[in-house]
């Protein structure tokens, strides 16, 4: 699988893990130097306590575009600290 932001690869794994219809790529597998740590946080009460990131210079569309759980609830456990990402970016084997 690959996350595509115009035609840049901001990850790639062969091991993702789909919850919700969302592909949640491994750390190893994404291109953290492309993205900015966000102040942005959210709350599922399943898995926690969502952490966000921007895609870097990608403007208005790229904010928040990133998602992970760095320590998740027992309940998502196999997602901890995998990335997910959100519409602006293409998700594709």
């Given at each position: 699988m690959q996350a595509i932001w115009n035609d840049v690869v901001v990850a790639e794994s062969e091991a993702t893990v789909v919850v919700e219809g969302n592909h949640y790529f491994p750390p190893e597998a994404v291109r953290w130097d492309l993205l900015e740590s966000s102040r942005?946080?959210?709350?599922?009460?399943?898995?926690?306590?969502?952490?966000?990131?921007?895609?870097?210079?990608?403007?208005?569309?790229?904010?928040?575009?990133?998602?992970?759980?760095?320590?998740?609830?027992?309940?998502?456990?196999?997602?901890?600290?995998?990335?997910?990402?959100?519409?602006?970016?293409?998700?594709?084997?």
């Open positions: 942005t946080r959210t709350t599922c009460p399943w898995k926690g306590e969502a952490h966000y990131w921007s895609l870097a210079g990608a403007g208005p569309d790229g904010v928040d575009s990133v998602w992970a759980y760095p320590e998740p609830m027992e309940a998502a456990a196999e997602i901890s600290g995998h990335a997910a990402f959100g519409s602006g970016f293409r998700v594709m084997a």
